[in-house]
């Protein structure tokens, strides 16, 4: 059950940039087909702030997994082989 708990909570913080992504897209489509139809500067939310800063945090969070996963796999390139001899 750790096990499962472990692999659960990585498979989320590697993937989850995904949903801010996804967040900020839709805010920019949303205030894109604003102001394409008539209804340009009538709306109160401010769509390309919240655009810009999940946008951001999906960055980060992308930066992230691919720090976390660059460091697992030069773990793994640079672990000595159980197998074979040193030199020293």
Do not use: N
């Not at 960055?59 to 997994?65: C, K, Q, R, V």
């Amino acid at each position: 059950m750790k096990r499962l708990c472990i692999i659960s909570t990585v498979a989320v913080l590697s993937s989850g940039w995904v949903v801010p992504l996804y967040f900020s897209v839709a805010c920019f489509v949303d205030w894109l087909s604003l102001e394409i139809t008539k209804q340009a500067g009538h709306h109160s939310f401010p769509f390309l702030r919240a655009a810009s800063q999940a946008w951001f945090i999906a960055a980060i969070w992308f930066g992230a997994a691919v720090l976390f996963w660059a460091a697992i796999a030069a773990a793994r390139c640079v672990a000595p082989d159980p197998g074979r001899e040193s030199d020293a």
